[in-house]
C-alpha cells in the first residue's frame, strides 16, 4: 500500500530538496516537489497527497499560508512542518494550523522517514477500526464521531488523541505518552497544545455518557458510564 501513497515536498532549498526527494523515493514513496508555497499549491489540487513536508520561510506564500489555506478545504491530509524556526511562538503556530509534526532543521534524513512510516503504519492499522463508546460510535479512519444521528468531523491530532483514549478507555492515560505519539515529544509547547485539543474534543462529543477527565500530575481518563 505504500508505493501508492503520495507525497508533496515544498521547499525553497532546491538543492537539499532534492537529495531528500530521492531518500524518501528510496522508501518507496512517490514524491512531488515544488519550490515555493503557491506552486505548492496548485500542485496539491491536482494531486491530492496523502502526506505534505512543508517548509515556513519561503518566498511567495510562506509554508504556514499555505497549510493554513489546505487546511480549509482539507482536514485529513497530514502535514510535517520541516523548519528552522524553532520559537515556541513559531511550534504553537504550526499546530494551530492542525499540523501533524513540526520537525526542526537540520534533521537526519532516516529521522523524517522513521516519522513517516509510523504514521502511516497506524492510518493503516486503522483503517477499518470502529469504536463504540458511549452511544456514540467513533470512525477512526472517517475522522468522525455520530451521536443521535448528528455526524461530526473530527482533526487529524483530535482523531490521534481520541483514538489513543478509545483504547485505553476506563485508564488513565499518561500525558506523556499522548504528547510522544501524536507529537514526538512531551515539549511545554506540545502539552499546551494537547490542552486545547482535549477542551475541543470535549465540545464535539454531545453523548452526555461520555467524560474526559484530567487527572492532575497524571494524565486523562476517557470513561462512558459501562463498567
Known amino acids: 500500500m505504500k508505493n501508492n501513497l503520495k507525497i508533496l515536498l515544498v521547499d525553497d532549498d532546491v538543492k537539499n530538496s532534492m537529495l531528500l526527494k530521492r531518500f524518501i523515493e528510496a522508501e518507496g514513496f512517490e514524491v512531488t516537489y515544488a519550490n515555493n508555497g503557491k506552486v505548492g499549491l496548485n500542485l496539491y489540487d491536482g494531486l491530492h497527497p496523502d502526506l505534505i513536508l512543508l517548509d ?3 518566498p511567495e506564500m510562506d509554508g504556514f ?3 493554513r489555506i489546505i487546511r480549509q478545504k482539507d482536514k485529513r491530509v497530514i502535514i510535517f512542518f520541516l523548519t528552522d524556526r524553532t520559537e515556541k511562538s513559531d511550534r504553537l503556530q504550526g499546530f494551530s494550523l ?3 509534526d513540526y520537525i526542526p532543521k537540520p534533521f537526519y534524513p532516516e529521522e523524517l ?3 513517516i512510516h509510523e504514521r502511516f ?3 493503516i492499522m486503522n483503517q477499518d477500526k470502529e ?3 458511549g452511544d456514540t460510535v467513533f470512525r477512526p479512519n472517517l475522522s468522525s464521531v455520530t451521536y443521535a444521528g448528528e455526524t461530526h468531523t473530527l482533526s ?4 490521534e488523541i481520541f483514538s489513543i483514549l478509545a483504547e485505553n478507555k476506563g485508564y488513565v492515560v499518561d500525558r506523556d505518552t499522548i504528547l510522544n505519539a501524536v507529537w514526538g515529544d512531551a515539549s511545554y509547547a506540545n502539552s499546551l497544545a494537547l490542552n ?3 477542551s475541543y474534543l470535549r465540545r464535539l462529543l454531545y453523548d452526555p455518557a461520555i467524560t474526559i477527565t484530567s487527572i492532575k500530575k497524571k494524565g486523562y481518563l476517557l470513561a462512558d458510564g459501562s463498567k
Not at 156 to 159: C, D, E, G, M, P
Open 156 to 159: 487529524v491530532r483530535q482523531t
Open 113 to 115: 522517514i522513521a516519522k
Open 56 to 58: 515556513v520561510n519561503m
Open 196 to 198: 486545547v485539543q482535549i
Open 121 to 123: 503504519d497506524s492510518m
Open 65 to 67: 499560508e499555505l497549510a
Open 98 to 100: 492542525k499540523g501533524n
Open 131 to 133: 469504536f463504540l463508546i
